[in-house]
């Protein structure tokens, strides 16, 4: 898990995720459009056309009485019209709607970007320099041109949606919606990925655009997405927990910003909290919040196996409950198979708005069906300890040097004393310990949610076959082949973890220069491919000249790991496993080795 801060950003220019890799975390992940969508999140909501008035009502009880306009807006003068009509007081509202930029202006909408709709909740009168994406419950972009690429506007939306997912990280899923020229289509966007509603014209279904533009006002936080499983009162943030499943621990407040988040649109959303009991101010504890994906075993389950067999170094579990699922989020809607985006990239016209279905110019127009369907993730709450720091914080090369080793150390006790195999090597995987006796652990493994349990008979070596599981710079060159997962890919993902950490120098960031960078973009087969010629000889000393000065010791180190793991066999470097427990011992005992004697070779400096 890569640990960023998840803190309250302002509504000023987007977090530095490009397009690129919102591209990457969605498509594949999209459904539409979906049958039942507007009844399913408008359905309870009844709209009535009574003289020029709109009232809005729930339960035969009138929530919200709009004045009509005279007429349904144009694309030209459509944020004019939304920033006039739209803050006129609706009663009942409790919200209030922004347009990003505060220019209502034709010459504001740029060609690449469009416009941002906000609706932030509570209702908001500030400046939008002040307003806070934690604030924001409802996400809109327009475009007032209908020839905008598709793709390239959708982007937008859903970079809007992971700036409010990076500050709201317990959110359940939220509502946005896409304008092009007169269409609109609605969405919703949750862990598991995005989907929609039928395209409809602004001008033709007036009436039904404005009141679910209303509806989304009026709308109770259950209605929006959002979580209550982060209270706060004043001495600060905290949870409740279930007092059925762990008694002792009860409510626990929460710092501030989080210690460490996943900050990916689509996926797990790990966000860790240090966590402290009432009336104490020490933080004992770690909260996790995490969406994992429904087929993976239950960390828990591991975390109790590790502690049955008194694995080395393997963290404590104090609570564990399963919260919430997407599949329940998304009960009643018939699923099909994803969509991704076409290679061609289509553009709109007003021939095409003129022709409108239910189809027209949206989703199914620009994508194709894959082979996958809907995958369902789980909604975790667990509870560890101990807390510990990120790695990218080490104080001294020593620190990180003890923290490597142990957490390789570690790592061999959860093979060979619970059959436990990590699956997920990676920089917010490790953590470093404070204060600990001499015999304990400086560093510790994380996170066993990708961690599996080999069965009894396989050898330890022989691994796991079920898909490429990892975090995408740290993957072993074989996993990326499509190898079965063994202990030997995992040792190498070690390696690919102490160049990043050294390469980042106490950052979370890659220089903008670093060949490292290439890790993380591009299909598995290219992956695989650019990985193996930064292993040989001459593209590794490459790699070893952006070590910045205060770390050239460690150059022999990185060399030496990189010959254990990748021996010469006929004269080509090997990424194979040995089928041997010998063989897994013999690895082991090298590049332990090859820690060790750098520590001592520091400890002399």
Known sequence: MR?????????????????????????GRMHGPMSGFIKKYFGKFRHVHQDDFLEIQVAGKVSGRYAIPSAAPSPDNFLQWFSKQLSSELGGARGSWHISGGNVTPEYETADDGTCLLLTIPASQTSNADTRWRDVQVIGQFYRNS?????????RLCRSAHQVFASQPVRLFLHGFYVRGSLIE?????????????VFDIRKDFIQFLSVILIYQLMTDDDLGKSNMIESDQDGSYVVLDSSVTPSLGKLYLEDQPIASRERLVGTGTTCYRARMPYSSRWD??????????????EN?????????????????GYYKEAESTANLRRSLRWGRHRKFSRVQKYGSEEQQQEHTSHADGLVEYTEETGDMFQNRVLTCVVTSPVGRPLHTFQSLSELLHAMRDAIKCHRSLLFDARILHQDISVGNIIIVDGREEDKPKGILIDLDSAVELAEGTSKDDGIDDGVVGTRPFIAIGVLKSERHSYRHDLESFLYVILWTIITNHTENLPETSKLRQW??????ELAMRKSLDMNQDNFQTILEEFPPEFHSLKPLAESLRRILFPLRDGVFWTGSDSSPEAADKLYDEIISAFEKVIASERER
């Open 301 to 317: 389950e591991l975390l109790e196996l590790a502690k049955e067999k008194r694995v080395w170094g393997a963290i404590s579990l």
């Open 520 to 525: 993380s973009n591009g299909s598995w087969d």
């Open 186 to 198: 609605f969405w919703v966007f949750d862990r598991s990925g995005l989907y929609c509603s039928e």
């Open 285 to 298: 504890y770690v909260l996790k919040f995490k969406w994992r994906w429904a087929r993976d075993r239950p």
């Open 3 to 27: 640990d960023r801060p998840a803190p309250n950003r302002p509504l000023g220019p987007l977090a530095s995720t490009d397009d690129e890799d919102i591209l990457n975390n969605i498509d």
């Open 147 to 155: 020839n905008i690429c598709y793709q390239d506007g959708l982007l």
